[in-house]
């Protein structure tokens, strides 16, 4: 069941192609992403936590109907675990059996046996340069910042050649690379060599009209008024002094939450009694406790003509 789709022809078939899916791109991002696919270069998205990222890569794989192959990073991922590594006990196993058949005598074609691709555990960048249904799979390398400057020169290898080495078996080139996404929260600065290789956008918060809109998209049983009550506050409380801001993932979970209460607008009770679906330090949730709240609630009822 194959159901890819071309690649959009234009910025406005990019913005078209996302926002089918509930993806709601500013044009800046519908532009980047659409010379990426063009020009086949990976795309490199920084931004804070929850401001879509990820949800690109995601949205671009189902709307293409490409295989989405996803690598998440973290402190310490090697090689095994992004490329590729041997099925040892699977090895081991089969040297058991060739002995106990006496089967020992021709070595050379054990060793080939085992070490062929029957025994080989094929990890996230070896398999999205193997052909895939529907066309290059988008691979989505999550997090980039979590893993070490040694894991990025080899990705950066990887990414220039569409190619992995493994010395018992040779070379595997990809027939057509896969489009790539890499994402950052900007925990550490991304190399300078790997930057040079990717386009680059920086996701920034959703403005009013652009955060109202996504809300719409993926909390549409939240009532007109209450949304726009949401989306008021969380753009006026990213303005506050905060240890972490609340990103779009956290507006979605606090409309939820307050659909779930069946809430149809926000009073101050209500907002400190939620306050934990949006803010996830306690700091931060006590600094914005009691008058804050009611202070922040009072500027965005007057500014939404209540
Ligand atoms: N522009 C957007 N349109 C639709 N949904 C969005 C948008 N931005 C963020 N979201 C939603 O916010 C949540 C968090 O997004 P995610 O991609 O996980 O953030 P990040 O990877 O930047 O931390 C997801 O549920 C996603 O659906
Ligand atoms: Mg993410």
């Given at each position: 069941m194959s159901q890819s789709s071309s690649l959009p022809a234009s910025i406005d078939a990019t913005l078209a192609l996302l926002q089918g899916r509930g993806y709601v791109a500013d044009r800046a991002l519908a532009t980047v992403l659409f010379l990426a696919l063009r020009m086949k270069r990976p795309l490199l998205l920084e931004g804070e936590a929850g401001t879509g990222k990820t949800e690109i890569a995601k949205t671009l794989a189902s709307a293409l109907g490409r295989k989405l192959i996803r690598l998440q990073c973290y402190e310490g991922l090697d090689l095994a675990s992004a490329v590729y590594e041997w099925n040892y006990a699977g090895q081991m196993m089969a040297i058991?059996?060739?002995?106990?058949?006496?089967?020992?005598?021709?070595?050379?074609?054990?060793?080939?046996?085992?070490?062929?691709e029957k025994y080989l555990v094929k990890r996230p960048l070896?398999?999205?340069?193997?052909?895939?249904?529907?066309?290059?799979?988008?691979?989505?390398?999550?997090e980039l910042d979590r893993t070490d400057e040694a894991f990025e020169a080899f990705l950066l290898e990887v990414?220039?050649?569409?190619?992995?080495?493994?010395?018992?078996?040779?070379?595997?080139?990809?027939?057509?690379?896969?489009?790539?996404i890499l994402t950052s929260n900007r925990t550490r600065e991304i190399h300078d060599a790997l930057k040079r290789r990717c386009l680059y956008h920086w996701v920034g918060y959703p403005d009013a009209a652009r955060e109202l809109a996504i809300l719409k998209a993926r909390a549409p049983n939240a009532p007109a008024k209450l949304a726009k009550q949401v989306v008021a506050f969380v753009q006026a409380i990213r303005k506050e002094e905060l240890f972490k801001a609340p990103g779009v993932a956290e507006t979605l979970d606090w409309a939820s939450a307050l659909v779930e209460l069946?809430?149809?607008a926000l009073d101050p009770a209500l907002v400190s009694d939620t306050l934990g679906a949006l803010l996830k330090y306690q700091d931060d949730i006590q600094a914005m406790q009691?008058?804050?709240?009611?202070?922040?609630?009072?500027r965005v009822k007057t500014e939404a003509g209540r």
């Open positions: 058991r059996l060739a002995e106990a058949g006496g089967a020992t005598g021709d070595r050379d074609k054990l060793e080939a046996d085992i070490f062929s070896l398999q999205a340069l193997e052909p895939q249904e529907g066309g290059p799979p988008i691979l989505l390398i999550d990414l220039a050649d569409a190619q992995v080495t493994i010395p018992e078996l040779g070379t595997i080139k990809a027939a057509e690379p896969p489009i790539v069946d809430a149809v009691g008058s804050k709240v009611k202070e922040l609630l009072d």
